[in-house]
């Protein structure tokens, strides 16, 4: 992969991320079942990037340990993400965009629990300014109390980074010969699609065309930023890792912060602005360190 393709698709990724969590409001202010929004979105990207597989004159033909690779990246990626559109609806957009992207630095923690990375002088620094970003965040919430339900909300959020760090290292260790990126778009999104539809028919059916209302048109358009954003995932997740892949979150979370000011109006207080230029500062650090170690 070149190095304009890399920094193009850090870009996208980036922007792509960052514009997601709006949609996950929208959608939420627009009274679309969670449920509704894996089930349709998984559909969509398999449908978006199996045309554009039979296009390219590729089959459709997939192995088995494709199809099990894309059911471990399903079930690793579907828990945090039902989890970042819930909390997407009860708290500021701005402050999921902070605690989010604090994923990377997870990333570092769970290599570390499980032996895969020793404990290095300037990746624990990024740590340190890390969790001092998150605890600027944290301390900061209006009302400052342990009762405050925006601190606990701020808190509970921290769930979706790690449980991200854990599908991330799974994307990049598991990834099957001689399989392609589209196929393992199409794969994981199957699976996604597959996994919810148990509670979509459970919890919230869907009984007839009446039940798409003009709203669904967020659940659309979410659907095909999403198809370029899985094929340039992983193609970066393939070509370039983990660690560098992660790093669009450099683009991601200045706009999601931004989209969450301009488009509702949310606080973005100097505290909260603070505990961002910590967290970038951290990924800054954690960068470089792994820079020096190739």
């Known amino acids: 992969m070149s190095a304009l393709v890399q920094a193009l698709c850090v870009l996208g990724l980036g922007l792509f991320w960052g514009i997601s969590p709006t949609f996950y409001k929208l959608m939420g202010q627009e009274g679309i079942p969670i449920t509704h929004v894996i089930g349709l979105s998984g559909l969509g990207i398999v449908i978006g990037l199996g045309s554009a597989r039979l296009l390219r ?3 459709l033909a997939i192995r088995r340990d494709a199809l ?24 500021p957009i701005t402050v999921l965009a902070v605690v989010t992207s604090t994923a990377p630095l997870w990333s570092y923690c769970l290599a570390l629990l499980f032996g895969k990375e020793q404990p290095g ?4 620094l990024a740590l340190g300014v890390g969790f001092l970003s ?40 598991a990834w099957p010969e001689r399989m392609d990126t ?18 979509l028919v459970m919890l919230e059916p869907i009984r007839g065309i009446a039940d798409f209302h003009w709203g669904y048109w967020t659940v659309g358009v979410i659907t095909l930023v999403w198809v370029i954003e899985r094929f340039a995932f992983f193609t970066m997740i393939r070509f370039a890792g983990p660690v560098t892949t992660v790093q669009a979150v450099y683009v991601s979370s200045p706009a999601a912060v931004l989209f969450g000011v301009l488009l509702f109006g949310e606080q973005a207080d100097g505290w909260l602005w603070a505990s961002l230029a910590l967290l970038l500062v951290a990924l800054w650090i954690n960068n470089r360190a792994l820079k020096g170690t190739r």
Do not use: Q
């Open 57 to 59: 004159g590729h089959g």
């Open 68 to 91: 099990l690779y894309g059911l471990g990246c399903g079930v690793l990626m579907n828990v945090p993400f039902a989890l970042g559109l819930y909390f997407a609806r009860n708290m």
């Open 121 to 124: 002088g300037l990746r624990m």
């Open 134 to 173: 998150s605890a600027v965040l944290i301390l900061t919430r209006p009302g400052g109390g342990l009762d405050n339900t925006s601190l606990l909300w701020a808190l509970a959020a921290f769930i979706c980074p790690i449980l991200y760090a854990f599908y991330n290292l799974y994307a990049s260790l």
């Open 182 to 199: 589209m196929t393992a778009g199409i794969v994981e999104s199957l699976a996604s699609a597959v996994l919810v539809l148990p509670f």
